[in-house]
């Protein structure tokens, strides 16, 4: 006999699970810039650089740095630019310490920079205090410099290795 052929019961699709901000704006971009075909050394590039123009101790020049080493390397602008600005709170945090050295190695021989010290110079020595400034800003820029050539290279060759064992290369076609 016969019998009529029923599709067995289905389970209506369950809803995706909500996705965290951090999930949504940082790691499924970073994962999408990962499944684009870069290599391994532009990757390590990439991060290297955007790690230290995110780090530099002068807020507003981070964009500027970032696209045109991207732009010049050839590398991926807004992955570099994405990971430059993941490091904005840890650069707010290092900019008072880069400029407090900053002024001790440019030539300020008074008391360490403090916002007391500046409040007062710019209310009776609004000269004064720009050079203080001006002084700090160049230190930390120095200072800055020094460790992004020491430790940007130790940055790339850490990560180079780890990045060509966890990302498989793309078949050309």
Known sequence: M???????????????PAQGWFRRR??????????????????????TLGTAFGLVPMLGV??????????????????????AHLWSPVQLLLIIPFMSRGAKLWGSHGPELTLAKLQYLFSHDWVGALQLLWHAILGGLALWAVACVVLGPVLYFILLPILRRTIK????P
Do not use: D, H, K
């Open 62 to 83: 981070t964009t500027l740095l970032a696209t045109f080493a991207a732009v010049r390397l050839r590398l991926n602008v807004a992955a570099i630019l994405l990971i």
């Open 26 to 47: 940082v790691v499924q971009p970073l994962l999408g810039i990962l499944r684009q075909g870069l290599t391994p050394r532009q990757l390590a590039l990439m991060a």
């Open 169 to 172: 290369p793309v078949p050309v």
């Open 2 to 16: 016969n019998q009529p052929l029923v599709p067995p019961p289905t389970t209506p699709p369950s809803a995706p």
